[in-house]
């Protein structure tokens, strides 16, 4: 079975620059999360998809960072203006979970990740 | 005070030895817990899930405190493949579907396994 696929791998952008990146989940995995990960430190939620609905973004950074899913399948991160903070590798994850199943522990899958450096 | 706190090591373990992580987690309303590795450049994978009866799978034990808000993971006769950075992961819903569950995730603990 094909994991969670992400493009690009690494980018490497100036300061205040947009970039970019794209996540293709699981096949018929409903969840989608996006996850940052600031080098010595663990995963951040940033966003949770359910089907192409937000359910939790309360950690996005909403000045800059945009993120959507459409069709419910594919999902774009987008930062705009970068700043050097915001250098990280950004993971997303999909999950089986359906709205509305029953108890399901919902193993969350990871992607490689996009290794973003902002100069 | 952070939600999950590790001690981020390093832990130089020589090779066959056991070594013991732990973790706490500050957010008392947290229903799932886990064990995640990450190693070098890759990203995490699922180690196994935590339950407060204890779980073993293999040569690795995990073991939950609910009342002290803390988990563990044994490791026995550790092997050279073991080196990894061992994350501590909480997650506030017990089941998915539909609501918010997000996994909240220590900083990790770094493992060398010496030959």
């Known amino acids: 079975e094909a994991g969670v696929a992400q493009s690009p791998r690494y980018k490497i952008i100036e300061k205040r620059q947009s970039v970019a990146f794209w996540c293709n989940p699981i096949s018929g995995h409903a969840t989608l999360y996006w996850y940052q990960q600031i080098l010595g430190q663990g995963p951040k939620l940033l966003i949770q998809f359910q089907n192409n609905g937000v359910v939790d973004d309360s950690q996005l950074p909403k000045d800059r960072f945009s993120a959507e899913r459409l069709k419910g399948v594919d999902s774009t991160l987008k930062i705009q203006p970068a700043k050097l903070e915001d250098s990280a590798v950004y993971l997303c994850a999909s999950s089986l979970a359906l709205a509305g199943g029953p108890g399901i522990m919902g193993e969350q899958f990871f992607g490689p990740g996009t290794r973003l450096t902002v100069l | ?115």
């Not at chain 2, 407060?52 to 939950?64: C, M, P």
């Not at chain 2, 006769?77 to 909480?90: F, N, P």
């Open chain 2, 1 to 115: 005070r952070k939600e999950v706190e590790q001690d981020p090591g390093p832990f130089n373990v020589p090779e066959g030895a056991t070594v013991a992580f732990n973790c706490t987690y500050s957010n008392s309303a947290s229903q799932s817990f886990f064990w995640y590795r990450q190693d070098c450049r890759k990203e995490p994978k699922l180690l196994m899930s935590v339950y407060s009866s204890g779980n073993e799978d293999g040569r690795f034990t995990a073991q939950l405190n609910r009342a002290s808000q803390y988990i563990s993971l044994l490791i026995r006769d550790s092997k050279l493949s073991d080196s990894a950075t061992y994350l501590c992961v909480v997650k506030k819903s017990m089941y998915s579907g539909g609501g918010a569950d997000g996994l909240t995730f220590g900083k990790g603990t770094h493992l060398i396994i010496q030959p």
